[in-house]
């Protein structure tokens, strides 16, 4: 009697347990898929960006719209740091992710669309 009872109650913990498993499978799973997504909606935006060949004029006027209160109206720093020679120091995949990605504040993150991107990372390489 008391075996029969004990194995029930392990059946039963072994069900908890199952279910505890296929929980955190689950979660897993719905967690990666959201990185997953992102990481492809990052990629793709990264490469429409690339794929563009940018105004400097225009990244100019963005940069003085956005940029100057932290930068400098010519790029040589203020609150931020000089600008020029940035492309010899940062790829454009780490200057795009400077300026989308918010990771170093009070760098605020920019929700800027891959065409004035581009017109930035361009007026970004006509600093010397
Ligand atoms: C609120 C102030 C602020 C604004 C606005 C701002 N930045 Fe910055 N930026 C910073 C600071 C501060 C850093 C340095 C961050 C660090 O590395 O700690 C920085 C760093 C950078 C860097 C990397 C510099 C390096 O030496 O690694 C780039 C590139 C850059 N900013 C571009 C831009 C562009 C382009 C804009 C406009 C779209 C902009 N920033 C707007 C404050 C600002």
């Known amino acids: 009697m ?6 029930a109650a392990e059946r039963n913990s072994k069900r908890e347990f199952l279910k505890i498993v296929l929980i955190v499978f689950g979660v897993s799973l719905i967690c990666f898929s959201i990185f997953f997504v ?3 909606e990052n990629n793709k935006y990264i490469f429409e960006t690339l794929e563009l060949n940018g105004s400097a ?3 100019d006027a963005l940069f003085k719209i956005n940029c100057v ?3 400098g109206i010519t790029a040589r720093g203020l609150v931020g740091p ?3 020679s940035i492309t010899k120091r940062l790829n454009d995949k780490q200057i795009i992710k ?3 990605g918010g990771l170093t504040p009070p760098m605020p993150s ?3 669309d891959p065409v004035n991107m581009s017109n ?9």
Do not use: A, M, P, R
Not at 2 to 7: K, L
Not at 120 to 128: A, D, R, T, V
């Open 120 to 128: 930035l990372l361009k007026y970004l390489h006509s600093l010397e």
């Open 82 to 84: 000089d600008l020029h």
């Open 38 to 40: 992102n990481h492809q």
């Open 57 to 59: 004029e225009e990244g």
């Open 69 to 71: 209160g932290c930068h």
């Open 110 to 112: 920019f929700e800027i």
């Open 2 to 7: 008391s075996t029969s009872s004990s194995t």
């Open 98 to 100: 400077q300026v989308t």
